[in-house]
């Protein structure tokens, strides 16, 4: 009864973020050059930590899956989506951890066969029920290198929240995202 109550708590979270997201757009925009490409929700993040994230730092590892799409590129119609996964060893990492900043890089596969290397920094608040990351930065190689990046990462904050209360553990979380690329 708690585990499907909490499940449908998530999804309804995960909507409402959705919602907010659709309705007030991301927190900003690159800058004011030219739009290289946009892709907006149903685009998703799941974040998977194993062993499941406590009040306590322990070592582990954390696998993230990225699904881009719908995309919009004018400058390169036929790219439509695209995907970023990856797995890395993590120490010292606890539930309070998903409220630091952060510089994550990644790699961008799109379904053109093109890549994109972002270098970023990351933001993360609370904004009501939602965990809100923003990350901005910088492509810095492949397609549109050089290019200015906004991603935002909304998901539910219930798990995040009752784990830095001590009252839980994350084990993933599942968040709606958006992704601006914009030449400068």
């Known amino acids: 009864m708690i585990k ?3 499940t449908f708590v998530a999804t309804l979270m995960t909507l409402v973020s959705a919602l907010a997201l659709l309705v007030l757009g991301p927190a900003g925009t690159a800058s ?3 739009l290289d490409v946009t892709c907006i929700p149903p685009s998703s993040n799941t974040a998977t930590y194993n ?3 406590t009040m306590t730092p322990q070592n582990g ?3 993230v899956t990225a699904q881009y799409g719908p995309c919009v590129s004018l400058s390169n119609p036929a790219l439509t989506s695209g995907s970023s996964a990856g797995t890395t060893p993590v120490s010292g990492r606890s539930c309070f951890d998903l409220l630091q900043s952060g510089t994550p890089a ?3 596969t799109w379904n053109t066969g093109q890549t994109s290397t972002v270098s970023a920094n ?3 608040t609370i904004v009501g029920a939602a965990l809100v990351v923003t990350s901005t930065g910088t492509v810095t190689s492949g397609l549109f290198a050089g290019s200015a990046v906004v991603q935002v990462v909304t998901s539910p904050a ?3 929240l009752l784990c830095t209360a001590g009252l839980g553990t994350v084990s993933s979380t599942y968040a ?3 992704l601006e690329i914009t030449s400068l």
């Open 4 to 6: 499907s109550l909490r």
């Open 32 to 34: 004011a050059g030219v």
């Open 51 to 53: 062993p499941p994230l």
């Open 61 to 63: 590892t954390l696998a």
């Open 106 to 108: 990644f790699t961008i």
């Open 122 to 124: 990351r933001i993360s």
């Open 158 to 160: 219930a798990d995040v």
């Open 176 to 178: 709606l995202m958006t």
